[in-house]
């Protein structure tokens, strides 16, 4: 019997993208302000990272959502 596994649907793929940058955002925040020693350069390190990293994640998400290769 061939079972057909749903697709992940945008808002799952958004909200493992949001909850995966919180995780990140910490930790990126802990170590750009021990680095640096400043809290400006640390923000601004982690707000950058923060935005495109959320968009690159939420892109490969999608993108391995549609390969079939290692699934059943």
Do not use: Q
Request: aromatic share 12%; glycine share 4%.
């Amino acid at each position: 019997m061939k079972h057909n596994k749903p697709r992940e649907t945008h808002t799952r793929s958004i909200t493992k993208a949001i909850t995966y940058r919180i995780v990140i955002v910490i930790s990126i925040f802990t170590i750009s302000f021990f680095t640096t020693r400043r809290l400006a350069d640390a923000t601004t390190i982690t707000g950058i990272t923060a935005i495109t990293g959320t968009i690159i994640y939420y892109l490969h998400e999608r993108i391995w959502s549609r390969i079939k290769w290692g699934t059943k």
